[in-house]
């Protein structure tokens, strides 16, 4: 078993749905990262979470510790919201990340 | 300001050749991150510094690679013998710091390398 689990693989919606990945880990973290790699292959960082929600546009995060679990939401989605998002864990036990194997993103206009 | 560059964008090399892929990091960030991705796989870390030193080599996949990085800037990865297996794309990050605490900075991906080992 992965240590860190996205769901869903793959995710289509329509333009305007409001959409949800969930990441699960398995291990004590420090930190969550969220990223978002587009069909260029650039990747940028949208998130770092320790704890609790962040919001930036219409992009929210939470994070669950008890749970180790974590979810990313995009509201109004639109067509460049396509991309992968990738859930990333900081363990306490060292300094690498691990990472999720991303979610594949699918908005049709 | 500048964000993480990369060189090179893409390099085609032979079997057994050695390559050095050069990551710029953003001025005044004092830790580097070295990952790879592979074609249709997940992102995998290699090696991270802070400042010069590199506390975790750990991904590394083998006595083939290494990376050094002088004056706390710049960082070269090296591949020696190249396989085929190490076809990949080969991405920096670079973020402000990393306290003690164990917390961590945003980090800032580069562009990266494409490498395609023939």
């Known amino acids: 078993k992965n240590e860190v689990e996205q769901s869903p693989q793959n995710l289509t919606a329509q333009e305007g749905e409001f959409i949800t990945i969930n990441c699960s880990y398995s291990?004590?973290?420090?930190?969550l990262h969220w990223l978002q790699q587009h069909p260029g292959g650039g990747i940028v960082s949208l998130f770092m979470?320790?704890?609790g929600k962040k919001k930036h546009g219409r992009l929210i995060a939470t994070i669950n510790i008890q749970e180790k679990h974590s979810s990313l939401h995009i509201t109004a989605s639109h067509p460049r919201d396509s991309a992968v998002y990738i859930c990333?864990?900081?363990?306490?036990?060292?300094?690498?990340?691990?990472f999720g194997e991303g979610t594949q993103l699918t908005v049709n206009p | 300001g500048a964000g993480v560059s990369q060189s090179p964008s893409n390099k085609v090399t032979e079997k057994g050749k050695d390559v050095e892929l050069r990551c710029d990091p953003i001025?005044?960030?004092?830790?580097l991150y070295w990952y790879r991705q592979s074609l249709g796989q997940g992102l995998e870390f290699l090696i991270y510094f802070q400042g010069n030193s590199a506390p975790d080599k750990s991904g590394l996949p083998s006595d083939r690679f290494s990376a050094e990085r002088t004056g706390g800037s710049v960082s070269t990865l090296t591949i020696q013998r190249t396989q085929q297996e190490d076809s990949a794309v080969y991405l920096c990050?670079?973020?402000?710091?990393?306290?003690?605490?164990?917390?961590?900075?945003?980090?800032?991906f580069g562009p990266g390398t494409r490498l395609t080992v023939l």
């Open positions: 990050a670079s973020s402000l710091a990393l306290s003690l605490a164990g917390t961590t900075d945003t980090q800032y």
């Open positions: 979470l320790s704890s």
């Open positions: 291990v004590g973290i420090s930190a």
């Open positions: 990333a864990v900081r363990s306490t036990s060292g300094s690498r990340l691990t």
């Open positions: 001025s005044g960030h004092t830790a």
